[in-house]
């Protein structure tokens, strides 16, 4: 379940489709628990929208592993509700024509950004993520405005943004498909980025952190992303201006 309101954060991470019986999906519901003290995410939501309680959560993960993702999972305090699941986005939308596991995962907004990349990194890790990011509901928003699908989206992205190529026609998953908030590249990422640029990136690096596994987190922003704020909309043009790979923008090699 994506992020449908205002007051959450979504956070998601693009990887490698699962193949038979992995271990990623539950990786990554313990490791957001590791890092959000606390939170135990052992409910299911019904079909009819209730909250069930799970005996046995790890064995119901694995059980309902499968059609390359993992159902809804959420955590039992409705003043601090977190949310995970995942699905396979098939090869021939996905890109490099090669089919991904979308991991989303949704945190209240008021978390401290400080937890939002322990669990983004910690998200990324886990499902070997190619890339990710965690964005607030109203600016994905508009950032989701940016991709264009042909004549019957023809109406320009908003805040004078980029527009962006289809998933289907960036020719690797390492390249972004959109900028976030927060964003999580691994290494193969940054290199294929061309991030950092000790020279170029001083201002990104100054908001910026390794990962454990020698990627990066990179936060835009010190609060939230605002897109209401015209400093926020300047430093997320002038960040697509400095990184043309992403969304596929950069010109074809």
């Not at 401290?112 to 993520?129: F, I, K, P, T």
């Not at 960040?239 to 043309?244: G, H, I, K, Q, S």
Request: with cysteine.
């Amino acid at each position: 379940m994506p992020a449908t309101q205002e007051n959450e954060l979504a956070l998601i991470v693009y990887a490698p489709a699962l193949v038979g019986d992995e271990g990623r999906p539950l990786a990554v519901v313990r490791g957001m628990e590791r890092v959000l003290p606390g939170v135990h995410l052992g409910w299911m939501v019904s079909g009819e929208g209730q909250r069930m309680a799970l005996p046995d959560r790890d064995a119901w993960v694995t059980r309902e592993t499968a059609d390359g993702g993992f159902p809804l999972l959420r955590s039992g305090d409705d003043a601090f509700r977190v949310t995970v699941t995942g699905w396979e986005s098939p090869a021939g939308s996905s890109p490099g024509g090669k089919a991904q596991l979308e991991v989303h995962a949704v945190l209240p907004l008021s978390v401290d950004s400080l937890a939002v990349a322990d669990v983004l990194e910690s998200m990324g890790g886990n499902a070997r993520a190619f890339w990710g990011h965690a964005t607030p509901f109203r600016a994905g928003v508009e950032i989701a405005r940016q991709t264009k699908s042909g004549a019957a989206n023809s109406r320009p992205p908003p805040r004078g943004l980029p527009v962006l190529k289809l998933p289907c026609d960036i020719r690797s998953p390492e390249i972004p498909m959109r900028l976030g908030w927060l964003n999580y590249w691994p290494a193969a990422t940054a290199r294929a980025i061309g991030f950092p640029d000790l020279a170029r990136d001083a201002e990104l690096l100054s908001r910026s952190r390794r990962t454990a596994a020698g990627g990066w987190l990179v936060q835009l922003t010190e609060k939230p992303l605002d897109l209401d704020d015209p400093t926020h909309v300047e430093v997320l043009l002038s960040t697509y201006e400095r990184f043309p790979e992403i969304g596929g923008r950069a010109p074809s090699r």
